[in-house]
């Protein structure tokens, strides 16, 4: 692979993530009954980064969860033998919450798929709702997201990539070309 563009930096990732904050009350009419829950690995800080927002903007600490998809792909087979399975954490009913759910990238749309799997066999919550970074079109799926940092149109042939502080050392959105 190599290096097309950087797309966004840390300052617009930043920016991009107030405003999915601001929409997101707007929407809820403030923040009771939310839930973040990010999806592993970027997701997470994600949703920990949106609830540091959503706590300077009302006052309010909404609760965060962390979600493993692993054994809802329905890729699973195809990925590894021996899949890495990491914990889901959600320590607050769902039923009782209108959840907004954290991703990095939005492509086919079967991680979200799986994800929605995963968290209504939890529960049943008020409402589910999708917030990503970076939504890169060619869906398989019939899913859209509700929040999006970043609508970036690419080709098939390459990778966004969405880098955290807290995953990779730096915040940064990047477009590389597969080879």
């Given at each position: 692979?190599?290096?097309?563009?950087q797309i966004l930096d840390?300052?617009?990732?930043?920016?991009?993530?107030?405003?999915?904050?601001?929409?997101?009350?707007?929407?809820?009419?403030?923040?009771?009954?939310?839930?973040?829950?990010?999806?592993?690995?970027?997701?997470?800080?994600?949703?920990?980064?949106?609830?540091?927002?959503?706590?300077?903007?009302?006052?309010?600490?909404?609760?965060?969860?962390?979600?493993?998809?692993?054994?809802?792909?329905?890729?699973?087979?195809?990925?590894?033998?021996?899949?890495?399975?990491?914990?889901?954490?959600?320590?607050?009913?769902?039923?009782?919450?209108?959840?907004?759910?954290?991703?990095?990238?939005?492509?086919?749309?079967?991680?979200?798929?799986?994800?929605?799997?995963?968290?209504?066999?939890?529960?049943?919550?008020?409402?589910?709702?999708?917030?990503?970074?970076?939504?890169?079109?060619?869906?398989?799926?019939?899913?859209?997201?509700?929040?999006?940092?970043?609508?970036?149109?690419?080709?098939?042939?390459?990778?966004?990539?969405?880098k955290l502080a807290e995953?990779?050392?730096?915040?940064?959105?990047?477009?590389?070309?597969?080879?």
């Amino acid at each position: 692979m190599h290096h097309k563009a950087q797309i966004l930096d840390a300052h617009e990732m930043k920016r991009a993530m107030t405003r999915i904050a601001h929409e997101i009350l707007e929407r809820n009419k403030g923040a009771a009954d939310l839930a973040l829950v990010g999806i592993h690995t970027r997701g997470i800080p994600l949703a920990e980064q949106l609830a540091q927002k959503i706590a300077e903007l009302e006052g309010i600490q909404v609760p965060t969860g962390k979600l493993d998809i692993t054994l809802y792909r329905d890729d699973l087979s195809e990925i590894s033998r021996q899949p890495i399975i990491r914990r889901t954490e959600i320590n607050f009913d769902i039923g009782t919450k209108k959840i907004v759910l954290l991703d990095d990238v939005l492509f086919t749309g079967r991680t979200i798929r799986a994800a929605l799997d995963a968290l209504t066999d939890l529960g049943r919550p008020k409402s589910i709702q999708l917030a990503v970074m970076v939504d890169r079109g060619h869906r398989e799926l019939p899913i859209r997201a509700d929040y999006v940092g970043k609508n970036l149109p690419t080709s098939k042939t390459e990778v966004v990539k969405v880098k955290l502080a807290e995953t990779d050392g730096e915040d940064v959105v990047e477009l590389w070309e597969l080879e």
